[in-house]
């Protein structure tokens, strides 16, 4: 009986880590520092279920604003886990980086829900806000002005490089993906743009993934 609880237990935690959505690692979110070797002496908090912080499953407009800023359910007390203050915001600078500069960004798929991510950066040195996220708009890819990263198909790591603002340094500011899937069929709107009916993949509220990494952007 023991065994057989213990390898349930097992299951479900490796489960859950499949079933996540994605996390991301370069830099490493919040959750995810502690998988990272090079912060391993910072005894980070582990989050196995790291690549989970998907709004507690509720689906979510663009803006994402019925999700915790970082990727926990809404309705979790404010700091939620994920942001600062909360029980993986470790306060560890996962990334140090140069005003302007291009800068490398790592983000797991743990399942395949095509759609694409998005880069943000909130530089209040306050808790975390949607809007603090969305005053500067996503960030460019390198060498472009897209900001989105298509990830239909893709699954493990997809990599990109994003450019930081030109204007922008900070001792500490908060960088944050957003990953916006593509599994469910909706109504259109000024965004998704299609007719009504039928509507469309894509369209209307889908899972949303966001994460919350430390970092600091020097002059
Ligand atoms: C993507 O980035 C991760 C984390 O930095 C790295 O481990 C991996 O090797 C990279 N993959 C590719 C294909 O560059």
């Known amino acids: 009986m023991k065994i057989l609880l213990i390898f349930g237990v097992v299951c479900s935690a490796g489960f859950f880590y499949v079933e996540g959505h994605g996390t991301l690692r370069e830099p490493p979110q919040r959750s995810s520092v502690w998988r990272d070797e090079r912060f391993a002496s910072l005894n980070p908090t582990p989050n196995y279920d790291d690549g989970?912080?998907?709004?507690?499953?509720?689906?979510?407009?663009?803006?994402?604003?019925a999700c915790g800023v970082c990727g926990d359910g809404f309705s979790v007390a404010r700091p939620r886990p994920n942001e600062n203050g909360g029980t993986y915001a470790n306060g560890i600078i996962?990334?140090?980086?140069?005003?302007?500069?291009?800068?490398?960004?790592?983000?797991?798929?743990?399942?395949?829900?095509?759609?694409?991510?998005?880069?943000?950066?909130?530089?209040?040195?306050?808790?975390?806000?949607?809007?603090?996220?969305?005053?500067?708009?996503?960030?460019?890819l390198a060498g472009g002005t897209t900001t989105k990263i298509d990830v239909t198909n893709r699954q493990g790591f997809v990599n990109t490089t994003v450019q930081l603002p030109p204007d922008l340094s900070c001792?500490?500011?908060?960088?944050?993906?957003?990953?916006?899937?593509?599994?469910?069929?909706?109504?259109?709107?000024?965004?998704?743009?299609?007719?009504?009916?039928?509507?469309?993949?894509c369209c209307g509220p889908?899972?949303?993934?966001?994460?919350?990494a430390d970092i600091s952007v020097s002059l």
């Not at 259109?188 to 469309?200: E, L, M, R, S």
């Not at 889908?206 to 919350?212: F, K």
């Open 52 to 65: 989970g912080l998907w709004c507690a499953g509720e689906k979510q407009d663009y803006a994402a604003e």
């Open 94 to 140: 996962t990334g140090r980086y140069r005003r302007g500069e291009e800068i490398p960004i790592a983000f797991e798929l743990t399942a395949q829900h095509n759609g694409y991510f998005s880069v943000q950066i909130c530089d209040d040195l306050t808790l975390e806000s949607h809007e603090c996220f969305q005053r500067r708009g996503f960030l460019p």
């Open 171 to 201: 001792q500490y500011c908060v960088l944050r993906l957003y990953y916006r899937s593509c599994k469910d069929w909706g109504e259109c709107d000024g965004v998704c743009d299609c007719p009504n009916p039928p509507g469309a993949m």
């Open 206 to 212: 889908q899972e949303v993934v966001l994460n919350c």
